[in-house]
């Protein structure tokens, strides 16, 4: 087991993990800003790794028999959405070790200074930081583990997880210096499309979430079209109608948002939705939005709740794509191991 590790960087593989938390319902938000986007990773044939983060879930208090139902709920979603458990590999992350254990290493790794710039954490800690968990503080080190026990290279993820990505290439440079290694890559945000920051449809200015108190703030996946199509039309807006051209657009960020969302739906640039839609009032512009919403999301809502009358067969999914994971994240956690200077003589099996 004390193989040399030093090779180059070209070795790794494109390779692609990105994860979701069963903390709530997935929203739209989640969908155009990932999950759509796993979908085309995954049919551009990329190996590709998905991962309901339960263990982040849990750094705020979830309820356990509703954390169960959420995760097989994700689950539900990412196979609706069109992930093939054949050609993703998709599990709840703690069924696989490597990653609470690598974790560790890296809270070794990683600096104080480098967590207290996470803006993530100030924003889910609020005001009470003091009364906040030491797992909602260590979360970017988790996640820097899930993504680097698979030496993947690519990360598609909306906008809002940009600093988490970073502190992963961060923390995957010290380790490689620190040791005098070249063992982790050093990963590549994928932050693409229209729709890499999904709006609350109450107020433009603040990203759909599925923590906002407001339901009417968000489109869920379990959402009828009926809820959709009245989400939709009830959106803050401004009097207006739409711009000729996208600079109209700025400092509207409500009608920003809407045309965002419809470009991200149809697979058009806002450029061409813009083109489509130049001095349209809000009056056409959103049903024509809540038709598209409601076309694309609908089949994915049925696939969902029909997926969700088997839970076993989806326990069976995540645990058959645990086994998978857990055959790429073992060796490359024991060649950590191996780095840091860790005996590891037990026999196992
Ligand atoms: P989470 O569960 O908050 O969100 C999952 C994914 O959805 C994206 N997203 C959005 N995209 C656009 N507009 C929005 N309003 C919106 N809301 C959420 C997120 O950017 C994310 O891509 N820390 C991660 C989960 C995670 C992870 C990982 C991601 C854990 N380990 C490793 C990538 C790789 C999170 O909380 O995502």
């Given at each position: 087991m004390s193989e040399p590790v030093q090779t180059p960087q070209t070795k790794f593989a494109p390779r692609i993990f990105s994860g979701i938390q069963p903390s709530g319902g997935l929203t739209l938000g989640n969908y155009l800003g990932a999950l759509k986007r796993f979908v085309q990773k995954q049919d551009e044939g990329i190996e590709t790794i998905y991962c309901l983060v339960d263990m982040h879930a849990i750094t705020v208090w979830q309820d356990p028999e509703k954390l169960r139902q959420q995760t097989r709920e994700g689950a539900a979603a990412f196979i609706a959405a069109g992930i093939d458990p054949a050609r993703s590999i998709l599990f709840n992350?703690?069924?696989?070790s490597a990653h609470a254990e690598l974790a560790w290493i890296f809270n070794c790794v990683a600096r104080l200074g480098w967590m207290n710039r996470m803006t993530q954490f100030k924003d889910k800690a609020g005001?009470?930081?003091?009364?906040?968990s030491l797992g909602l503080y260590a979360y970017p080190a988790l996640m820097a583990a899930d993504i680097m026990a698979y030496h993947a290279t690519m990360v598609p993820v909306g906008e809002d997880q940009k600093q988490h990505l970073e502190l992963t290439r961060d923390i995957a440079i010290k380790f490689n210096n620190d040791f005098g290694v070249d063992f982790f890559p050093v990963v590549e945000p994928l932050?693409?499309?229209?729709?890499?920051r999904v709006m609350s449809l109450r107020d433009g200015t603040k990203k759909m979430s599925?923590?906002?108190?407001?339901?009417?703030?968000r489109i869920n996946l379990t959402d009828t079209a009926d809820m959709i199509a009245a989400k939709i039309r009830k959106a803050k807006t401004d009097?207006?109608?739409?711009?000729?051209?996208?600079?109209?657009?700025?400092?509207r960020p409500d009608a920003r948002n809407l045309v965002n969302i419809y470009a991200g739906l149809s697979d058009l640039t806002v450029d061409q939705v813009v083109a489509e839609f130049a001095g349209a009032q809000f009056g056409t512009f959103k049903p024509a939005l809540a038709d598209l919403a409601v076309a694309k999301l609908t089949p994915i809502t049925t696939e969902m709740n029909r997926l969700m009358q088997d839970p076993a067969e989806i326990d069976r999914i995540l645990g058959a794509g645990a086994e998978r994971a857990d055959t790429i994240a073992h060796p490359i956690l024991e060649q950590v191991y191996d780095i840091t200077g860790m005996i590891r003589s037990r026999r196992r099996g």
């Open positions: 992350q703690s069924q696989v005001k009470n930081a003091e009364a906040a932050i693409e499309g229209a729709a890499t599925k923590s906002d108190p407001s339901d009417q703030s009097p207006e109608p739409l711009p000729e051209t996208v600079e109209g657009l700025k400092d």
